[in-house]
């Protein structure tokens, strides 16, 4: 299912997620090409299912740029909380948020929650769409807790908030080694190459 050259157009335009995919997936055979080349590129509405919209974003980008591609969709589940953020992580408190007013938002609604209430984890959904051909799927996560307050400066989005478990360590204390070993993408991304090299 890859073509002979490897190459796989990267179906997301956020810097953090780009970084780690090339990171991840860095020695195992692609060539990676971001979104910069296409800019004419649009993706459908995002809906309420990760695999679903991870498939949308790949699909959509396989066939206007006519070779494999790679999207994911991501999010960040409390189980105190039902599971929100979740497939709604990027919108969390509506539109005129960035990732810091996210985090900060998320304390606020947990603050009367402590111990085993503040568990949680990234889950991620990968999707490789072959223009014409097929559709292969896997899903990774990293379990942790929601700390009380933002604590180091790497990674993006909710890592300053996340706790990783078995550590003392906020995901955005991690290197982006540490993190790209451990995280929701590694491990979905980890089994989706599995299951392209099973494919070939
Ligand atoms: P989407 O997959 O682009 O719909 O959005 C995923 C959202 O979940 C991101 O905008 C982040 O807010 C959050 N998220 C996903 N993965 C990570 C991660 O590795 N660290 C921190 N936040 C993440």
Redesign the pocket.
Known sequence: MRNANGQVVLA?S?A??VK?FQAILSGRGFDLRGLGEFPELSFPE?GDDYEA?AIGKARAAALHVGMPALA?????EVDALDGIPGVY??RFGGEGLD?RG?TELLLERMSHLEGEDRRAR?V?WVAYVVPGGGVLVSRGECPGRILTEPRGAR?????PI?GVEGTDLA?AELSAQEKNRI???ARALDALCERIAASQ
């Open positions: 997301t956020n953090g997620k780690e995002e919209n994911d969709d991501s999010g960040l992580s990027a990732d996210r990234f991620c990674g993006f989005g909710y890592d996340f995901m995280s929701h993408r």
